[in-house]
């Protein structure tokens, strides 16, 4: 009999745009064969499973829903959620208690990666080289002058928890600081602020099973606008991703062995994506994406495409890992 796998996406942030395409492509990439594929939405309104245009209520206590007079139970919840409560362990959290197998990092590692000033500050400890950055909390007060004078111009203002680039802001001159920290407090109520690092942005993604490990290919990014903001994410002619990047064979291994490590220190599961900044020979991290886009031009199936594997034996074998250790 085939196992039920709920593709859980849509949030409570703005990223639920970017969510509802990776969805789509959650949904194309696991094995019609194998699974039975219902795509749940979870927002702060409803929780409903949505199948050919239907929508059918979620029982929350136990994730299951009712269709056509029977009861469709979870087997396995494959998370796309970008943004709370799929990102930052709230969903987990619920899951684990149910006692349903999901795509993703546990509470702690998905708590810890969403908060960026912590994620950083935390792996800092580790040797893994981050930007200086300052933390600023809504409600706080905070000196401008001081904060630019500690980490220089231009610098990067961003929501402390968030994605997709939503509310970032590359500042260059003192007086757009202040518009940048309000608009970043708008997606967030922490803000962080961090020092500009010049060099090449590349990304690498890897998964890991009880039985196996797989890095992918890095990609290189290179924006044409000013930084690889939401523009140049999701409008093809803004960015050109190149996988595997031009960059020399030790220095892609360098940057696929701290991610493995990065992988390991946070307790990991499933697909995830980490973002560095190569600066003068030397990388930095930007930061981890625990739930990372999956839109069939998005990175990580660039990535697949580029080892020369087949997207479908990757999700099947990532979901057939998380059922197994339950």
């Known amino acids: 009999m085939k196992k039920n796998i709920g593709i859980v996406y849509g949030g409570y942030s703005s990223e639920i745009v970017v969510s509802e395409k990776s969805k789509e492509g959650v949904f194309s990439f696991i094995n019609e064969e194998k699974y039975n594929r219902y795509p749940i939405l979870i927002t702060e309104e409803k929780w409903c499973a949505v199948v050919d245009g239907t929508e059918y209520p979620i029982d929350k206590n136990d994730f299951s829903f009712q269709m056509n007079g029977s009861e469709v139970s979870i087997d396995c919840a494959y998370i796309t959620i970008h943004g709370t409560p799929g990102e ?25 990666s969403f908060n960026k000033f912590t994620c950083n500050t935390y792996l800092k400890g580790f040797g893994v080289a981050v930007a200086d950055s300052v933390l ?32 970032v802001s590359k500042v260059k001159e003192g007086k757009e600081l202040v518009p940048a920290i309000e608009k970043a407090f708008s997606e967030s109520s922490e803000v962080i602020i961090e020092q500009f690092i010049s060099g ?20 290189e990014v ?75 031009t998005s990175f990580i199936p660039q990535q697949i495409a580029a080892a020369g594997l087949n997207i479908k034996d990757v999700f099947t074998e990532i979901i057939e890992d998380q059922i197994a250790r339950k």
């Open 200 to 219: 090449m942005e590349v990304t690498c993604g890897l998964y890991k099973t009880l039985e196996n490990e797989v890095r992918f290919p890095v990609t």
């Open 136 to 167: 600023l909390r809504k409600g706080h007060s905070y000196n401008a002058p001081d904060i630019i004078k500690q980490l220089g111009l231009p610098l990067f203002v961003k929501p402390n928890a968030g994605g997709s680039s939503f509310g």
């Open 222 to 296: 290179v924006s044409k606008n000013e930084f690889f903001d939401f523009e140049a994410k999701y409008t093809a002619n803004k960015v050109e991703e190149i996988t595997p990047a031009r960059i020399e064979d030790k220095v892609r291994d360098r940057i696929q062995s701290i991610s493995s490590l990065i992988y390991d220190i946070l307790g990991c599961k499933g697909i995830v994506r980490v973002d560095y900044i190569i600066s003068d020979n030397k990388i930095f991290l930007l930061e981890v994406n625990t739930t990372p886009g999956m839109t069939v």
């Open 88 to 112: 930052d362990g709230l969903l987990q959290g619920y899951l684990k208690m149910l006692g349903i197998p999901h795509s993703t990092c546990d509470v702690e590692a998905a708590a810890i």
